[in-house]
């Protein structure tokens, strides 16, 4: 069964553009969560979208945002980017049960901004 | 307030050595917490989970204590080998209106051979 896969995985961009970031579950997984990594905060969670919707929230600006589409792929953008936006984004997948249980990752897409 | 922290940033053993990961959470609201190897390059990769009705999991070589009265938790790894070289990461999950997965600062796990 293939992993979890992310695209780009790597991506330079500008302050004040905005970006785009994709990532594909396991199949059969119906949830897929976001997490921000940078040395300075950690792995910070970002949102969950299960079904199409946004089930959770973590506390990320409105520049922060996502969507899901009925194959369970997502799309996370930013805009209006800033530098401190620079950083590792994870995706995870899970079966989609309440709780953030038995996630598997994404190898990640590094974002800088400069 | 909401956040998992670690007690020591680093941890070097010896191949062949038991290692144990320390881990501090502070919202007696967590009913669930994974722990999470991290590999240079890598995504996170699950490890162990254990939900709050328990005190101990054991898994292959891994075990992870609960220890709700003080809020701590803890990874065990028996016969550490130079593979278990990464970065460990503790998680909560926490219920509530919206529920989150919030993870620890990491612990670098250094394994001499």
């Given amino acids: 069964k293939a992993g979890v896969t992310q695209t780009p995985r790597y991506l330079i961009k500008t302050r004040g553009q905005q970006v785009t970031l994709s990532c594909s579950p396991i199949s059969g997984h119906r949830s897929v969560s976001w997490y921000q990594q940078t040395p300075g905060q950690g792995l910070q969670f970002l949102f969950e979208y299960f079904s199409e919707t946004q089930r959770n929230k973590g506390n990320f600006p409105g520049r922060f945002s996502g969507r899901q589409f009925s194959n369970s792929r997502s799309e996370m953008n930013v805009s209006t980017l800033e530098l401190g936006d620079s950083a590792l984004y994870l995706c995870a997948s899970s079966l989609g049960g309440q709780g953030f249980y038995e996630q598997y990752f994404g190898p990640g897409t590094r974002l800088t901004v400069t | ?113």
């Fill in chain 2, 1 to 113: 307030g909401e956040s998992v922290g670690l007690h020591l940033p680093t941890l070097s053993v010896q191949e062949g050595d038991n290692s144990i990961i320390n881990c501090a959470y502070s919202n007696s609201a967590s009913d669930y917490f994974i722990w999470y190897k991290q590999e240079s390059g890598k995504g996170p990769q699950f490890i162990i989970d254990i939900r709050s009705n328990m005190d101990k999991r054991q898994g292959q070589r891994v075990t992870v204590l609960l220890n709700k009265t003080v809020k701590h938790l803890s990874l065990q790894i028996a016969a550490t080998q130079p593979g278990d070289s990464a970065v460990y990461f503790c998680a909560e999950n926490i219920e509530g209106g919206s529920e989150k997965l919030v993870f620890g600062k990491g612990t670098k796990l250094t394994v001499n051979p």
